[in-house]
């Protein structure tokens, strides 16, 4: 399949990206805005998606599109803070990324205005800032294209992908106060060798997100990358699906709602944010629009 944004699929994560996020302004001067958007994005190096209310502003639909649930667990709670569009800028340098940022932000203005931005980066080979490696049960390859991309369906939807975005701000401090023993029963791996715990506890994360005990299984392709603004940190969750029920069904049994076991990462972390997007394939190198009724 090659009319999908590459930058989806593209491993390993970027050095650095810029998660930018957009809120609708002027409906009126959405069509201008969006054609400036496709001059300006190729899928890899910067990938789009459109949030629920901006395919309705646009009086068209996705079918599996909607906005991201908040979600009250087993005393844990994701919010939900859903925008219109969202941009992930691939790159390998900071001040690139800013310039490119701002080109973007100048050519959707006035349609949309940038309320949100994150700086994410690759630590070490791809680690979360609390050592472990993240995204060791990825797919690859043909798995993670059937996983990650709407394999059928209408012109236009084919290629395309949904994403689910979370920033979860860690406590490093409490974390790292932790015996080893401890923070491996919350991972349920090993951080000396990645290895997973035969023995971990039922709520270790390894456990909780399974991908294969889902009925049906719920494999998504994850992107995510660490963040740091000030003293505060933590991830910048990314997950690709065909469809969202993947990543919902993870994160109804993360919240203790499947049996009223909560996942043990959020004793040393909360999510922040959250929103849903859907990733338009490509046409001729461009961002294919026609299911938005565009192009």
């Known amino acids: 399949m090659s009319h999908y944004q590459p930058g989806i699929l593209a491993t390993p994560v970027p050095l650095q990206a810029r998660h930018l996020f957009f809120a609708l302004e002027s409906i009126e001067a959405l069509p201008a805005a969006l054609d400036n958007l496709m001059q300006l994005v190729d899928g890899k190096s910067a990938v789009v998606g459109f949030g629920e209310s901006l395919v309705k502003a646009l009086h068209a639909s996705v079918d599996g599109l909607r906005a991201f649930p908040v979600m009250t667990g087993v005393g844990v709670d994701n919010p939900s803070t859903q925008h219109a569009l969202w941009c992930w800028l691939h790159g390998i ?108 506890p039922i709520s270790a994360h390894v456990k909780r997100t399974a991908q294969e005990s889902f009925a049906p299984e719920a494999f998504v392709v994850r992107r995510s990358m660490p963040w740091i603004e000030g003293d505060r940190a933590g991830l910048m969750f990314l997950a690709f699906g065909f469809s969202l029920d993947a990543f919902e069904a993870q994160l109804r049994r993360m919240s203790g709602l499947e049996d009223g076991i909560t996942d043990g990462l959020y004793r040393i972390s909360r999510p922040i944010t959250g929103g849903y997007y859907w990733c338009p394939p490509l046409k001729d190198g461009h961002l294919d629009l026609r299911a938005l009724r565009i192009g």
């Open 93 to 200: 340098d900071r001040g690139e990324l800013l310039n490119r940022s701002h080109a973007i932000e100048a050519a959707l203005a006035p349609a949309l205005r940038l309320v949100q931005m994150n700086e994410t980066f690759r630590h070490l080979t791809g680690h979360d800032l609390t050592g472990y490696e993240d995204g060791t049960e990825n797919p690859h390859d043909e798995a993670a294209v059937a996983a990650a991309l709407l394999g059928e369906g209408a012109e236009g939807l084919v290629g395309g992908s949904f994403a689910a975005i979370q920033q979860w701000q860690h406590d490093l401090k409490g974390f790292r106060a932790l015996p080893s023993h401890e923070t491996d029963n919350i991972m349920g791996r090993r951080l000396s060798d990645n290895e997973e715990l035969d023995d971990a």
